[in-house]
T-cell receptor
Framework: ELKVEQNPLFLSMQEGKNYTIYCNYS?????LYWYRQDPGKSLESLFV?????AVKQEGRLMASLDTKARLSTLHITAAVHDLSATYFC??????????FGAGTRLFVKA | ETGVTQTPRHLVMGMTNKKSLKCEQH?????MYWYKQSAKKPLELMFV???????ENNSVPSRFSPECPNSSHLFLHLHTLQPEDSALYLC???????????FGPGTRLTVL
């Protein structure tokens, strides 16, 4: 069975701290995407990871992809309140098939 | 015009009603998608169309009927829905199946 497991599902952290969100998957793939969703809003694209070893950074967020370990990470550096949102990984599995992770609801406390 | 638009943004319907959701993309993409986002489940892919042809149907009940008249427009026709169909329905588009998807704002559906 194809699975995309995201953890943690909920994360409460202090401003200024670092943390990592993990996205593990059960099938071979070389494409993975990270999205952000604010409450009541749609999904905003954050990162596109297209190959093994890909690393992308934008502001306080950095995403990486290890296709051999079937693992992607989203690292948060020195969190600020504006990063509070739900973060999803989306795995491309071929053709027109994709699978979302369950999402990580992040809350950054002042 | 923003990339992917959806109408209506909110919809309340009874179980015997018939309604349609509309999605339009202005990005020149070839593939369009319907997703369902409910409170207690991960985002679920429902249907995919590529160049107006349906390429994916993830065992969606027949009370949901998609239509894709051209690469820019996608509809989801609804009839005889159940309360458990209440959810946020998101439309997305991409250049191909392997490319980044761009999402619309969603339609919040409530079935009474």
């Amino acid at each position: 069975e194809l699975k995309v497991e995201q953890n943690p599902l909920f994360l409460s952290m202090q401003e200024g701290k670092n943390y990592t969100i993990y996205c593990n998957y059960s099938t071979t793939s070389d494409r993975l995407y990270w999205y952000r969703q604010d409450p009541g809003k749609s999904l905003e694209s954050l990162f596109v990871l297209l190959s093994n070893g890909a690393v992308k950074q934008e502001g306080r967020l950095m995403a990486s992809l290890d296709t051999k370990a079937r693992l992607s990470t989203l690292h948060i550096t020195a969190a600020v309140h504006d990063l509070s949102a739900t973060y999803f990984c989306l795995l491309y599995t071929g053709g027109f098939k994709t699978i979302f992770g369950a999402g990580t609801r992040l809350f950054v406390k002042a | 015009e923003t990339g992917v638009t959806q109408t209506p943004r909110h919809l309340v319907m009874g179980m015997t009603n018939k309604k349609s959701l509309k999605c339009e993309q202005h990005l020149g993409h070839n593939a369009m998608y319907w997703y369902k986002q409910s409170a207690k489940k991960p985002l679920e892919l429902m249907f995919v169309y590529n160049f107006k042809e349906q390429t994916e149907n993830n065992s969606v009940p027949s009370r949901f009927s998609p239509e894709c008249p051209n690469s820019s427009h996608l509809f989801l026709h609804l009839h005889t829905l159940q309360p458990e169909d209440s959810a946020l329905y998101l439309c997305a588009s991409s250049q191909t199946g392997a490319n980044e998807q761009f999402f619309g704002p969603g339609t919040r559906l409530t079935v009474l």
